[in-house]
Protein backbone atom coordinates (compact mmCIF):
# COMPACT_ATOMS: atom_id res chain seq x y z
CA UNK A 1 0.00 0.00 0.00
CA UNK A 2 1.06 3.47 -0.90
CA UNK A 3 1.24 5.98 1.91
CA UNK A 4 3.10 7.97 4.78
CA UNK A 5 3.78 6.69 7.94
CA UNK A 6 4.20 8.45 11.08
CA UNK A 7 5.74 7.14 14.33
CA UNK A 8 4.73 7.14 17.52
CA UNK A 9 1.72 7.41 17.35
CA UNK A 10 1.75 8.89 21.07
CA UNK A 11 5.08 10.30 22.12
CA UNK A 12 5.74 11.70 26.02
CA UNK A 13 8.24 14.05 26.66
CA UNK A 14 9.83 15.12 29.47
CA UNK A 15 10.91 18.90 30.30
CA UNK A 16 15.01 19.57 28.68
CA UNK A 17 14.42 16.37 26.10
CA UNK A 18 15.03 16.40 22.62
CA UNK A 19 12.52 14.19 20.81
CA UNK A 20 12.55 13.07 16.93
CA UNK A 21 9.21 12.32 15.47
CA UNK A 22 9.34 10.06 11.99
CA UNK A 23 7.83 10.48 8.74
CA UNK A 24 8.22 7.96 5.64
CA UNK A 25 6.03 7.98 2.48
CA UNK A 26 6.35 5.36 -0.54
CA UNK A 27 4.58 8.03 -2.69
CA UNK A 28 7.91 8.93 -4.68
CA UNK A 29 6.71 12.46 -3.97
CA UNK A 30 9.63 15.13 -4.40
CA UNK A 31 8.00 17.10 -1.07
CA UNK A 32 7.38 17.22 2.29
CA UNK A 33 5.96 18.72 4.81
CA UNK A 34 5.56 19.43 8.86
CA UNK A 35 2.86 20.82 10.64
CA UNK A 36 1.54 21.36 13.71
CA UNK A 37 -1.88 21.31 14.93
CA UNK A 38 -3.22 23.09 18.39
CA UNK A 39 -6.71 22.14 19.90
CA UNK A 40 -9.29 23.87 17.84
CA UNK A 41 -6.69 25.38 15.26
CA UNK A 42 -5.41 25.25 12.00
CA UNK A 43 -2.56 23.77 10.38
CA UNK A 44 0.57 25.71 11.04
CA UNK A 45 3.62 24.97 8.61
CA UNK A 46 6.90 24.06 10.61
CA UNK A 47 9.79 23.00 7.93
CA UNK A 48 9.25 21.96 4.24
CA UNK A 49 11.43 19.88 1.63
CA UNK A 50 11.45 20.01 -2.28
CA UNK A 51 14.42 17.81 -2.60
CA UNK A 52 17.03 15.75 -0.72
CA UNK A 53 19.48 17.56 1.51
CA UNK A 54 17.71 20.90 1.16
CA UNK A 55 14.48 21.96 3.63
CA UNK A 56 13.14 25.50 4.41
CA UNK A 57 11.99 27.07 7.56
CA UNK A 58 7.90 27.42 7.57
CA UNK A 59 5.89 29.63 9.59
CA UNK A 60 7.09 28.58 13.33
CA UNK A 61 10.28 26.54 13.04
CA UNK A 62 11.88 27.92 16.32
CA UNK A 63 12.69 25.23 18.13
CA UNK A 64 12.64 22.46 15.44
CA UNK A 65 14.96 21.07 13.09
CA UNK A 66 14.68 18.21 10.41
CA UNK A 67 16.94 16.53 7.96
CA UNK A 68 16.38 14.89 4.34
CA UNK A 69 18.55 12.58 4.03
CA UNK A 70 16.78 10.45 1.99
CA UNK A 71 13.41 10.84 -0.38
CA UNK A 72 11.13 8.65 1.74
CA UNK A 73 12.48 9.98 5.10
CA UNK A 74 11.64 13.25 6.70
CA UNK A 75 12.36 13.17 10.46
CA UNK A 76 11.35 16.26 13.04
CA UNK A 77 13.18 16.89 16.23
CA UNK A 78 11.71 18.72 19.05
CA UNK A 79 14.11 20.57 20.86
CA UNK A 80 14.48 21.59 24.38
CA UNK A 81 14.39 24.89 22.53
CA UNK A 82 10.77 24.66 21.83
CA UNK A 83 8.94 26.11 24.99
CA UNK A 84 5.63 24.60 24.44
CA UNK A 85 5.36 21.33 22.16
CA UNK A 86 2.57 19.84 23.33
CA UNK A 87 0.57 19.54 20.44
CA UNK A 88 -0.63 17.12 17.49
CA UNK A 89 2.28 16.92 14.79
CA UNK A 90 0.93 15.64 11.34
CA UNK A 91 3.54 15.25 8.22
CA UNK A 92 2.76 15.22 4.59
CA UNK A 93 3.88 14.89 1.12
CA UNK A 94 3.38 15.95 -2.15
CA UNK A 95 4.72 16.34 -6.04
CA UNK A 96 6.46 19.68 -6.31
CA UNK A 97 6.45 22.39 -8.70
CA UNK A 98 3.66 24.22 -10.97
CA UNK A 99 1.11 22.41 -9.42
CA UNK A 100 -0.87 19.98 -12.50
CA UNK A 101 -4.47 20.63 -11.69
CA UNK A 102 -5.18 17.53 -8.67
CA UNK A 103 -1.32 17.92 -7.10
CA UNK A 104 -2.11 18.32 -3.71
CA UNK A 105 -0.42 17.23 -0.12
CA UNK A 106 -1.13 13.94 1.29
CA UNK A 107 -1.26 13.17 5.41
CA UNK A 108 0.30 10.88 7.49
CA UNK A 109 -1.93 9.62 10.67
CA UNK A 110 0.10 12.50 12.96
CA UNK A 111 2.05 11.96 16.09
CA UNK A 112 0.45 13.29 19.63
CA UNK A 113 3.27 14.96 21.49
CA UNK A 114 3.00 15.84 25.24
CA UNK A 115 5.42 17.40 27.60
CA UNK A 116 4.83 16.08 31.38
CA UNK B 1 -7.43 39.66 4.81
CA UNK B 2 -5.49 35.85 5.33
CA UNK B 3 -5.22 34.43 2.11
CA UNK B 4 -7.34 31.76 2.39
CA UNK B 5 -10.50 32.25 4.80
CA UNK B 6 -12.83 30.02 6.20
CA UNK B 7 -16.06 30.99 9.13
CA UNK B 8 -14.20 28.54 12.44
CA UNK B 9 -18.17 27.56 13.14
CA UNK B 10 -19.25 25.28 14.83
CA UNK B 11 -22.06 25.11 12.10
CA UNK B 12 -24.89 23.39 13.37
CA UNK B 13 -27.19 21.33 10.40
CA UNK B 14 -30.00 19.02 10.62
CA UNK B 15 -29.62 15.22 9.75
CA UNK B 16 -30.51 14.66 6.16
CA UNK B 17 -30.26 19.07 5.13
CA UNK B 18 -27.73 20.71 3.10
CA UNK B 19 -24.80 21.25 4.75
CA UNK B 20 -23.11 24.72 2.92
CA UNK B 21 -19.42 25.54 3.77
CA UNK B 22 -17.21 28.56 2.49
CA UNK B 23 -14.15 29.77 1.62
CA UNK B 24 -13.08 32.73 0.36
CA UNK B 25 -9.42 33.58 -1.04
CA UNK B 26 -6.90 36.22 -1.91
CA UNK B 27 -6.03 37.73 -5.45
CA UNK B 28 -2.38 35.73 -4.22
CA UNK B 29 -4.51 32.35 -4.77
CA UNK B 30 -5.37 30.88 -7.45
CA UNK B 31 -4.63 27.41 -9.33
CA UNK B 32 -7.05 24.66 -7.75
CA UNK B 33 -8.84 24.02 -4.32
CA UNK B 34 -9.07 21.31 -2.19
CA UNK B 35 -11.04 20.57 0.55
CA UNK B 36 -9.93 18.20 3.36
CA UNK B 37 -11.85 16.42 6.05
CA UNK B 38 -10.61 15.94 9.80
CA UNK B 39 -11.90 14.00 12.21
CA UNK B 40 -11.23 15.09 15.96
CA UNK B 41 -8.07 12.89 16.52
CA UNK B 42 -7.20 12.53 13.07
CA UNK B 43 -5.56 13.46 9.79
CA UNK B 44 -7.12 15.82 7.79
CA UNK B 45 -8.04 13.49 4.35
CA UNK B 46 -8.97 14.97 0.49
CA UNK B 47 -12.39 14.82 0.06
CA UNK B 48 -12.55 16.80 -3.09
CA UNK B 49 -10.45 18.87 -5.76
CA UNK B 50 -11.49 21.48 -8.05
CA UNK B 51 -9.73 23.87 -10.74
CA UNK B 52 -12.63 25.08 -12.93
CA UNK B 53 -15.49 27.39 -12.90
CA UNK B 54 -18.70 26.16 -12.01
CA UNK B 55 -19.57 23.20 -9.70
CA UNK B 56 -17.72 19.62 -9.31
CA UNK B 57 -19.98 16.64 -7.94
CA UNK B 58 -18.99 13.54 -6.29
CA UNK B 59 -21.47 11.25 -4.21
CA UNK B 60 -23.01 13.44 -2.37
CA UNK B 61 -19.91 16.27 -2.27
CA UNK B 62 -20.51 19.75 -4.60
CA UNK B 63 -17.26 21.40 -4.83
CA UNK B 64 -18.06 24.94 -6.18
CA UNK B 65 -15.58 27.59 -7.71
CA UNK B 66 -16.10 30.77 -8.44
CA UNK B 67 -12.80 32.74 -9.74
CA UNK B 68 -14.23 36.28 -10.07
CA UNK B 69 -15.82 36.39 -6.41
CA UNK B 70 -13.30 34.44 -5.19
CA UNK B 71 -15.24 31.63 -3.14
CA UNK B 72 -15.14 28.30 -3.74
CA UNK B 73 -18.00 26.08 -1.57
CA UNK B 74 -18.21 22.70 -0.48
CA UNK B 75 -22.06 21.58 -0.13
CA UNK B 76 -22.78 17.71 1.32
CA UNK B 77 -26.06 16.90 0.49
CA UNK B 78 -28.17 14.40 2.66
CA UNK B 79 -25.96 15.24 5.88
CA UNK B 80 -25.51 12.39 8.30
CA UNK B 81 -24.15 12.13 12.00
CA UNK B 82 -21.02 10.82 10.43
CA UNK B 83 -20.11 13.98 8.36
CA UNK B 84 -19.55 15.79 11.72
CA UNK B 85 -15.94 17.03 11.59
CA UNK B 86 -13.91 20.02 10.67
CA UNK B 87 -13.51 20.90 6.96
CA UNK B 88 -10.43 22.28 5.78
CA UNK B 89 -10.08 24.80 2.46
CA UNK B 90 -6.71 25.10 1.01
CA UNK B 91 -5.37 26.58 -2.68
CA UNK B 92 -2.06 27.00 -4.27
CA UNK B 93 -0.34 30.40 -3.45
CA UNK B 94 0.71 32.00 -6.98
CA UNK B 95 4.16 32.78 -6.42
CA UNK B 96 5.62 29.67 -4.62
CA UNK B 97 3.43 26.82 -4.99
CA UNK B 98 2.75 26.87 -1.57
CA UNK B 99 -0.62 25.07 -0.54
CA UNK B 100 -2.13 27.84 1.96
CA UNK B 101 -4.72 25.88 4.54
CA UNK B 102 -7.68 27.87 5.60
CA UNK B 103 -8.31 27.10 10.22
CA UNK B 104 -11.39 25.04 9.18
CA UNK B 105 -14.94 24.89 9.78
CA UNK B 106 -16.00 22.57 12.33
CA UNK B 107 -19.54 21.04 10.88
CA UNK B 108 -21.74 19.49 13.21
CA UNK B 109 -24.60 17.02 12.02
CA UNK B 110 -27.36 16.83 14.81
CA UNK B 111 -29.84 13.90 14.28
Known amino acids: DGGITQSPKYLFRKEGQNVTLSCEQNLNHDAMYWYRQDPGQGLRLIYY???????QKGDIAEGYSVSREKKESFPLTVTSAQKNPTAFYLC???????????????FGPGTRLTVL | QKEVEQNSGPLSVPEGAIASLNCTYSDRVSQSFFWYRQYSGKSPELIMS??SNGDKEDGRFTAQLNKASQYVSLLIRDSQPSDSATYLC???????????WGAGTKLIIKP
Open chain 1, 92 to 106: ASSGWGPPQFEDTQY
Open chain 1, 49 to 55: SQIVNDF
Open chain 2, 50 to 51: IY
Open chain 2, 90 to 100: AGYMDSNYQLI
